[in-house]
């Protein structure tokens, strides 16, 4: 385990988390923006239309919305170990959605993403012991994140959310919202007081 502490490993798993925090959160963004206004390199943007015609948009809604708060806690790095996890289900519940309907190539690319996420919960492992070894306490040097940061991480979540509902309206303004929302929760660990 002592190797995953090299800087190497460490700079390859910050940037995993925002690589597939990016991703997740830019496709759900796409999906609900105005005429899916948004970048984003995976999709379909389309898919709540899609699944619309088969009174299955309530539950497309619900897809993107899932990829913004969970690409949101990797991109941000402040519940990536959570984000990790949730987003393990998704992938490949995408995967066999993909599959099942023969999508030429976009089951490869989400198997290369769901390896990035397998290295990303190998290098969060050493996190989940106390969940997987009950009652045994280990020593962490994570510096303690504090309920004053959660609440500006949560802000920041909030305001990104609210810009979706905004590029209806104000596309322009919608986006200032989106950089504005990111960059207060990639600072939320300043509240932390470490």
Known sequence: MKILQHRFFRFCHVATGIFLGFTFWSSGMAKLYFEHLFIGWIGPPWLIERLAEFELGLYG?????????????????RFRSLGAVMLLPMILNI?????SQHWVGTPYVLAVLLSMNIFLLLMEFPKFLPLILEGRSFH?????????????????????????????????WSYFLVGLGVLIAAISHRADGT
């Not at 809604?61 to 790095?77: C, D, H, N, P, Y």
């Not at 995967?95 to 599959?99: G, P």
Request: hydrophobic share 55%; charged share 5%.
């Open 140 to 172: 962490s040097t994570a510096k303690p994140q504090t309920w004053k940061g959660h609440a500006v991480w949560l802000t920041g979540l909030t305001v990104s959310l609210l810009a979706v509902g905004l590029s209806y309206y104000a596309l322009t």
């Open 61 to 77: 809604q619900f897809i993107a919305l899932s990829q913004v708060i969970i690409g949101f806690m990797l991109m941000t790095q």
């Open 95 to 99: 995967l066999m959605v993909t599959i």
